[in-house]
């Protein structure tokens, strides 16, 4: 059944339906994130034999490197207009991020050498078993210090949804096997609630999903995991909520995290895909956390904003927070870890030092190869 | 601005209702400005009118308040029918029972059995939910059933008064009774049953509302209703939630009792209840499951059900039936009002993303 192969399979069987249909005009919608780095060289290869056959391309794509490498004509949008429209040739990532912003962009992310501290999180022989029986996590083992970031890197599905879930606690202990160490002492048996009191904050992946009550406003949502103690709440029996200092809360994160519209009686369905990421990692880093979980931290967020969190994340680290980066994206995981796991099928196929290694030997990692 | 606009749509969906409402009244061949000056102006008449008015407005607005905080918790009670029976049972039995106990005692133990009694019953579809996730509009309908059963089996067999060819209790100790409004309120005679348990609900409202906009408790029945998976990473335990949620719903729904057999009848009569766990429903959702909108709901359902008798006696050829026929046209507006929202919200929000 189609539902039983992945997503990367699944994808190239769309394709394939649509070249099997002599289909003269193709529209690919992110076509890669799927897709590990020697797909993506295959999935290229087969676009441009489609252009010598004077077939017609249109692939959206929110990768500099890919427009740049695969496309004839650029138009770039912004806020449902078109800014711009350029022969690929004649222009470079920076000119195309300064018409994607509207301002100069910094694409490298600028990062002192990492100094690692203590062992923050200690994972020994972590497995995770899916509702279906299925294995999603086998036998994984890696530290986090405090200080450094850890990426993850891997196709997606192959076990750093489940990961990051387990980590955070949002797991049925039923499903998880191994040991979860953290700041020394074993975390397994706690739920989300007391692993956050414990220092642990968590940006999810789905941020509509999991990580915000979209018709609440952005003060309430601010709170959301510690809405339950002092500041939130306050009087007798921490019962009721402290509405002025939720509200300097929210006015807080908003000022330090850039959200805008900058008012805090908006629900979180008002602002756009950027800002409320922005805001999920202003109310996390405002814990403050001595462990960072976060996963695709940029998705679906504008370039200005993506360079703006990488900064971010960065400070974070070197006020000494450990952080667990997982990302789709090859690119933000190499520019911001200091140390860098590849997941392929639950298991770690190896660990690379992202300073030495090309993006074709992550590739090969998560393909299952060996670099 | 939103909230005006969350006051504009119920009133659109109720004027919508009644120009329909008044193209049916047209077909059947009489007047609608004489129907609807029948309807309405009947209740606003002092003291008849209004007390009667309010007195009906209470149970729907107990059964109101239970649906709406369901619906603010995610979760949809349609058993507020069977917690309020069960309740009103129990708040008589203590009365019975407990007869000797002076009134400072008899009054809150009879209000908290049956405020208990509703809890329980309503926390059964919760726990079945939150262990086996059996649906709640499944278990709810079909304990009210076994609700209204248990306690015509009960009426019948162990608490009426042999040879009352009526299926009632027998009655509860007059240190039970709460007092009626016409006691304390000049002009408004005595034999109107308004009572104290209006006062109640009133109260239930703000209460109600600080719970749910001003704890953390209420906060926490919020985001479950608005994301469970959401609430669930804020560290708030969804299967706590759904138990808690239905206990306060039944709570609420249970508060009916104390209006029926408290303030009006003094004992249990079976079948009391006008469907007013199901017209809470309605007025949940022409109050926009808020505690203020809950208010006005219960009383314009209340003006329409006392007004239905004189259009019934003083007009030709149109009946109370009308009433139902208004009912449902306010809840058809409000679910196509409702349908109308969802699809733009869906829109905008693709299009933001």
Known sequence: MIEDLSVGQQQRVELLKALYRKAELLILDEPTAVLTPQEVEEFFAILRRMREQSKTVVIITHKLSEVLAISDNVTVMRDGRVVGNVKTGETDAAALARMMVGREVLLRVEKPPAKPGATALSVRGLSITGRDGARRLDNVSF?????????????????????????????????????????????????ARRRREAGIAHVPEDRHRRGLLLDFSLAENTILGVHYRPPAVSGAGSVLLNEPAIRHRAELVIREFDVRPPNPALPARALSGGNQQKLIIGREFELPPLLLLI????????????????????ALRDSGCAVLLVSAELEEVTALADRVLVLHNGRIAGEVDPAAVTHEQIGLLMTGGHA | MTRLRELLFPLIAVLCAFAVGALVVLFIGDSPIETYRLLLGSAFSWPDGIGYTLFFATPLIFTGLAVAVALRGGLLNIGAEGQLYIAAFATAWVGITLSNLPSALLIPLCCLAGIAAGAAWAAIPGILKARFGSHEVINTIMLNFIAVALVGYLTQYHYRTAGDPIMESAPISAAAHIPRLGQFVPGLPARIPLNAAFLLALLSCWLVYVLLWKTKWGYEIRATGQNPSAAEYGGVSIRKEIVLTMAISGALAGMVGINEVMGYRYRYYDGFSDNYGFTGIAVALLGRNHPVGVIAAALLFAVLQRGGVPVDAFTQLVSKDIVLILQALVILFVAAEAMFRRGRRGQGAGGRI
């Open chain 1, 143 to 191: 530290e986090v210090r405090g200080g450094e970031i850890v990426g993850v890197a891997g196709v997606e599905g192959n076990g750093q949804t489940e990961l990051i879930e387990a980590l955070a606690g949002l797991l049925p202990e039923s499903q998880v096997s191994g040991s979860i160490a953290f700041g020394g002492r074993d975390i397994r048996a706690l739920d």
């Open chain 1, 295 to 314: 996963s695709q931290p940029t998705r679906g967020v504008d370039i200005g904003a993506i360079e703006f969190i990488h900064r971010k994340i960065v």
